[in-house]
C-alpha cells in the first residue's frame, strides 16, 4: 500500500528521532511502556556496530525486546536485513516469530501495512526484511551469507544454539558495523554465549535482566521456583536470577568452586614448607599455548606462556631457568608433544618427568592419569587451593565435562572432544594439573641440606 503524502511526511519527520531511540519508536508506535530493564536493551541497540548479550531469567520480556526491534529497525534503515534464530523451530517460530506476529498486527495501520509477515519472513515494502532460520549441527548455515548496508543479527536462546552457527556466522558477526543481540536464559556454562559474558566479555555489551527487579515476572513465579528449589539453587538462578548456574550436570569442576579458590588469600608461611613442583603443558597444534606452572602446597603461579613453540631446545632452557629460580622439587611435562622438550632437558643434565595423560591412573576411580591429575586438582581447589584471578584459567578449568566409564572409572573429556563443542583447548588447566601427577617430596629431604655431601646409606652403621 502506498503512504499517503501526509502519512509519508509524518515518517520521513519521524525516522531520525526513532533512529537514535527504539524506545521512543516503541512507546509511540505501540503506546505500551517498556521496563527499565527492556529500555537498557533498547539503548544499547541502537548504536551503530552494538554487540549487545542479554542473559536473563524467565519471561522478563526480552523476546518482546527482539520483536520490537524488527519492526524499528526496518523502518529507521535503508537496505536492512535481519537474520533470525534460536536453537529449535518451536522456540523460533513460536516463541519469536509469533511475537513479532502479534506487535505487527497491532501496529497503526499505515505503519503494518508497510510489512508483510509470512512463516518466514517480515519484508518491508522498501525490500528490507528479516528472515526466520532455525539450523542444525548439519545446517548450521543460520546466520551465514547474508550481506547488507545495515545488518542486524538476533538469537534468541542463544544458550542452546549450536556452536556450529557461530564458527559459520564467523567474521559477520563481529564485523564493525554489524548490530549483534543475543539473550537467553544462561542456561549452559560452556559455548559462544557463556563465552560473551566471560572471556569475550570485553566484546559485548551485557545486560542481566533479574526476574526478581521485573514487573513482568509475577511474584508466584519466582516463589514456586523458590519453594521448589531453593533460593540458592542452580533452578532459581538460571530461572530467576538470569545467572549461570554454578554447575552443569556433566561440568567437572563447577564455577563455584573455582571462584572461589580465586579469592582466597595465602600467606607465604601457609607453603613454603611444601614441595615445589612445576608442570608443563606444550602446545598441540598451532593456535594453543605453551604453558609452564608452578605449584607449591596450596599456592599456584602461572609462569609462563607463549603461543606454539616448536624450538624444544629453547623451552628446555626455560624450565631449566625455572627449575633452578624456584629450587624446583619436581618438573612433569605432558608426553604428548612433551618428549623433544624432555630429551633436550636430559642433555642439560635434567631429571624431568614425562606424564602420558592417556597412561594408566594410579587410582582404581579415574579412567587415566589425566583423570587422575584433574581429579587430585579438584580436590585441592575444593581444601583451600588457591588460585591466581585468570580469566583464561578460569574458563579452563571448568570447560571439560566429566562421565562415567563402564568400568565405574570417572573419565575426562578429551580436547578433542572440547573442540568440537568449540571449547578452546584447556591449557593452562593442564599445566597445573600436570603438578599433580606424583606425589613429591622435597629434595632436602632425600640430599640433606648440604648438597654437597654423598648419600651413603651405611653411614653410622
Ligand atoms: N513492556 C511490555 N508491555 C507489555 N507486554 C509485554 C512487555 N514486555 C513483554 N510483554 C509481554 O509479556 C510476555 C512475556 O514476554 P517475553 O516472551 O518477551 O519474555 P521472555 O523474557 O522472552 O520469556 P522466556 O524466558 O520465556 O523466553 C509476552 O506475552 C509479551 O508480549
Ligand atoms: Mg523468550
Redesign the pocket.
Known amino acids: 500500500m502506498m503512504l499517503s503524502q501526509q502519512d509519508a511526511e509524518f515518517l520521513k519527520k519521524k525516522i531520525p528521532q526513532w533512529r537514535k531511540d527504539p524506545a521512543r519508536f516503541v512507546k509511540e508506535v505501540w503506546r ?4 527499565d530493564q ?1 529500555k537498557e536493551f533498547l539503548q544499547a541497540i541502537a548504536k551503530p556496530g552494538a554487540k549487545v548479550s542479554v542473559k ?10 527482539f ?1 520490537w526491534i524488527i519492526p524499528w529497525f526496518l523502518t529507521c534503515f535503508a537496505k536492512a536485513k535481519i537474520p533470525v534464530t534460536a536453537p529449535t523451530s518451536a522456540q523460533l517460530k513460536d ?1 519469536l516469530w509469533a ?1 513479532l506476529k ?2 505487527w498486527n497491532a501496529m497503526p495501520v499505515q505503519l503494518h501495512d508497510l510489512f508483510e509477515w509470512t512463516n518466514d519472513h517480515f519484508t518491508c515494502e522498501t525490500g528490507s526484511f528479516a528472515m526466520a532460520r532455525t539450523a542444525s549441527k548439519d545446517r548450521p548455515e543460520a546466520l551465514q551469507g547474508i550481506h547488507a548496508d545495515n545488518i542486524l543479527f538476533l538469537v ?2 542463544a544458550s542452546g544454539v549450536f556452536e556450529e552457527v557461530f564458527v559459520t556466522a564467523g567474521s559477520a558477526l563481529s564485523a564493525e558495523n554489524a548490530r549483534v543481540a543475543m ?1 537467553s ?1 544462561p542456561t549452559r556454562v560452556t559455548g559462544y554465549f557463556y563465552n560473551s559474558h566471560n572471556i569475550n566479555r570485553h566484546f559485548w555489551e551485557k545486560l542481566t ?1 533479574n526476574g526478581e527487579e521485573s514487573p ?1 515476572v509475577s511474584k508466584q513465579y519466582i516463589e514456586s521456583i523458590a519453594n521448589e528449589y531453593g533460593r540458592d539453587s542452580d533452578v532459581y538462578r538460571v530461572r530467576v536470577l538470569g545467572e549461570f548456574p554454578n554447575a552443569s550436570d556433566l561440568q567437572f569442576i563447577s564455577l563455584k568452586i573455582v571462584e572461589e579458590a580465586k579469592n582466597r588469600n595465602i600467606r607465604k608461611e601457609q607453603f613454603n614448607f611444601a614441595p615445589t613442583i612445576i608442570g608443563c603443558d606444550p602446545a598441540w597444534t598451532g593456535p594453543d599455548e605453551l604453558v609452564v606452572y608452578l605449584r607449591q602446597g596450596l599456592y599456584s603461579k602461572r609462569l609462563y606462556t607463549c603461543l606454539k613453540n616448536d624450538n624444544d631446545i629453547v623451552t628446555a632452557g626455560i624450565i631449566a631457568r625455572f627449575e633452578d629460580e624456584y629450587n624446583a622439587d619436581a618438573v612433569f611435562i605432558d608426553q604428548g608433544y612433551g618428549t623433544g622438550i624432555w630429551s633436550a632437558g636430559e642433555t642439560m643434565g635434567r631429571s624431568w618427568n614425562l606424564i602420558a595423560f592417556g597412561g594408566k591412573s594410579s587410582d582404581l576411580g579415574y579412567a587415566n592419569k589425566r583423570a587422575e591429575m584433574w581429579g587430585n586438582m579438584k580436590e585441592w581447589l575444593i581444601n583451600g587451593g588457591v588460585i591466581e584471578d585468570d580469566e583464561i584459567l578460569t574458563n579452563d578449568l571448568i570447560g571439560p565435562e566429566a562421565g562415567v566409564n563402564l568400568k565405574g572409572q570417572i573419565q575426562l573429556e578429551s580436547k578433542d572432544d572440547m573442540k568440537k563443542r568449540g571449547q578452546p583447548s584447556p591449557n593452562r588447566a593442564d599445566a597445573l594439573a600436570l603438578t599433580f601427577a606424583y606425589p613429591v617430596i622435597k629434595k632436602e629431604c632425600y640430599l640433606g641440606n648440604n648438597r654437597q655431601q654423598s648419600y651413603d646409606p651405611f653411614a653410622g652403621m
Open positions: 505500551v511502556e517498556p521496563t527492556q536473563s531469567g524467565h519471561g522478563t520480556g526480552k523476546t518482546t525486546c520483536a516463541a511475537e502479534m506487535w534468541d536462546e539473550a536464559n535482566f513482568r
